[in-house]
Structures are given as C-alpha cells and as structure tokens.
C-alpha cells in the first residue's frame, strides 16, 4: 500500500511569512496527526483529526497554527505568519483506528524560518 | 503530565556487543509502550509495542511498571541496527503519543 504522503520536503520562509504544508494519509485511515519535531527532540504532537473532526488540538499555538481535514481524507497545515522557533521538521502520521493502531508516518516537511 | 525520559542522547557500542536502550516513563494509570526507529533517510517506523510481547529484529523491551521503565535490549548488536530510537507513551484517556527526545545509536564495526 502506499504510504503518507506529504509535500513539500522542504521550505525555507522569512519570519512573518506564512507556510502551508500538506498531507495526504494512507486509503482507509480515518485518524491523522500533524507532529513538530524540532531539532534534538522527539516529535510532539500538534492536533489530531478522526476523519475531518479535532480529537485533540491541546498543543496547537492556535494564534499562528491552523490546520483542517475538510473532506475526511487529506489535510493542511498552515501557519501565519512564521516565527524563528517555528523552524522543525512536521511530520503527518495516520492510523487506521482512534488510538488502537499503529501510526505510519510520513517522510516530513523540513521547514526554515530565517 | 505524561513524560518520557530517554537518558542517553547518544549510544555507540561494537557490534556483537549486547545493547540497551533506556526509556522511563511518568504516567500513574496503565501505559501502551512503544519503541519506533529511524533509520537514515527514513521514515520513522514502529519497532515494537509492549502489549504484543514479540522480538522484533532481535529486539525486545519489558514493561516495567515498579520502575516505570520500558528498556530496549537485544544481545548481540548489528551494523544495521544503527539508527535514531524513540520511546513513546500512550495513555488510556489522551490517545496521542507523547515520545522521549530518542536516542542515536551508533554500531562501529
């Protein structure tokens, strides 16, 4: 089966401008989740969708970072504008069911902030 | 708040040498523990989980729930097991995953 997709690899921006990334999850999965992870550290978890519904959006700056699911399938995150700290790697992950199964994940957005 | 502490941000061993990854955990109810892996220019993977009790790539890791810990263990290390490791916790109300900062382990020829 396919994987995560997600597009593009990489962007480099200026503080203030804004990014929007997208991800496509594998057929059939239902749950969806947009991690941060910046250098050094493990990824954190931003928010998480089952099929276009927020399960969770507790660590989502919500005064910069946006994201949706609008039909059930693929997502975009975006965030307007950009700071410095904002410079990490985003990483979408799907599962198959809400936290019974296993998350595959996509090969990540490597986002720049100068 | 659920954590996960991964002590060692660096591990090299030789390779037929045996290895351990640690990973302690603070969470007061029943924990899911998981181990996933990066190798180079991949894409991060799921290794194991402690509910399915399996070696994987030779690979295994007890919970431990008297000393929080879900260590990551396999007897003799090969080149190929090289890669970044990160432990993940996942609680019985919150579904999301919170993981440890990971560590990179390094196997010298």
């Known amino acids: 089966e396919a994987g995560v997709a997600q597009s593009p690899r990489y962007k480099i921006i200026e503080k203030r401008q804004s990014v929007a990334f997208w991800c496509n999850p594998i057929?059939?999965?239902?749950?969806l989740y947009w991690y941060q992870q910046i250098l050094g550290q493990g990824p954190k978890l931003l928010i998480q969708?089952?099929?276009?519904?927020?399960?969770?959006d507790s660590q989502l700056p919500k005064d910069r970072f946006s994201a949706e699911r609008l039909k059930g399938v693929d997502s975009t995150l975006k965030i307007q504008p950009a700071k410095l700290e904002d410079s990490a790697v985003y990483l979408c992950?799907?599962?198959?069911?809400?936290?019974?199964?296993?998350?595959?994940f996509g090969a990540g957005t490597r986002l720049s902030v100068l | 708040a659920q954590r996960v502490t991964q002590p060692e941000k660096l591990l090299s061993v030789f390779k037929g040498a045996p290895v351990e990854l640690k990973c302690n955990y603070s969470y007061s109810g029943s924990p899911e523990l998981f181990w996933y892996v990066q190798y180079s220019r991949q894409r991060l993977q799921l290794l194991l989980r402690h509910i399915s009790r399996e070696s994987i790539k030779g690979f295994t890791a007890d919970l431990n729930k008297g000393e929080t810990s879900f260590h990551l263990k396999k007897p003799f290390a090969q080149e190929e097991d090289s890669a970044m490791y990160y432990c993940?916790?996942?609680?019985?109300?919150?579904?999301?995953?919170?993981f440890g900062q990971g560590t990179r382990l390094t196997i010298n020829p």
């Open positions: 993940a916790l996942r609680t019985g109300g919150a579904q999301k995953l919170v």
């Open positions: 992950a799907s599962s198959h069911l809400l936290g019974a199964d296993i998350q595959y």
């Open positions: 969708f089952q099929n276009n519904g927020v399960v969770d």
């Open positions: 057929s059939g999965h239902a749950t």
